[in-house]
């Protein structure tokens, strides 16, 4: 069976499989296409994974903005987690700093969403622009309040 077919009918024993020939270092017998295909998406995963992250963090500080008098603990711990595991994932993977900009506007529209769905403001009640700037999003004493 080759590697192609593999990949299609089995995916877990074409890692397995590819995994040997890199070790052993059979590059002619590697699944080139679609090992570069899962290379790829596995950066692909780690981008998506600041972009959540970031979203959930945005979503949680227009929260505790715009509810001052529901804020709570819960929403503290979510802002510290965010905040705590975005820097985790930069400092394992520093390539993605560059990306920040952009994953803080793809994440704000995802935050918007969040605050709508999760309180009784409308998108309208919201900015379009995202009011934090990255040092903000950053800084553990942003807001006031949060920081423990």
């Known amino acids: 069976m080759t590697s192609t077919v593999l990949y299609e009918s089995d995916f877990y024993n074409w890692t397995v499989e590819q995994v040997k020939s890199l070790r052993l270092g059979k590059l002619d017998s590697l699944d080139l296409e679609n090992l570069a295909e899962e290379i790829e998406s596995l950066g692909n995963q780690k981008r998506s994974e600041l972009e959540n992250r970031l979203a959930i963090l945005l979503g949680h500080l227009l929260k505790w903005d715009l509810q001052p008098n529901l804020r709570g603990k819960s929403w503290r711990a ?37 605050v709508v769905r999760e309180t009784p403001l409308d998108y309208k009640d919201l900015s379009r622009e995202c009011p934090y700037v990255i040092a903000q999003v950053f800084d553990d004493s942003f807001p006031i309040g949060v920081e423990v």
């Open 78 to 114: 979510t802002i510290r987690e965010q905040r705590r595991e975005i820097k985790k994932l930069i400092r394992k993977n520093p390539s993605l700093k560059s990306y920040l900009d952009e994953a803080m506007t793809d994440g704000y529209e995802s935050a918007l969403d969040l």
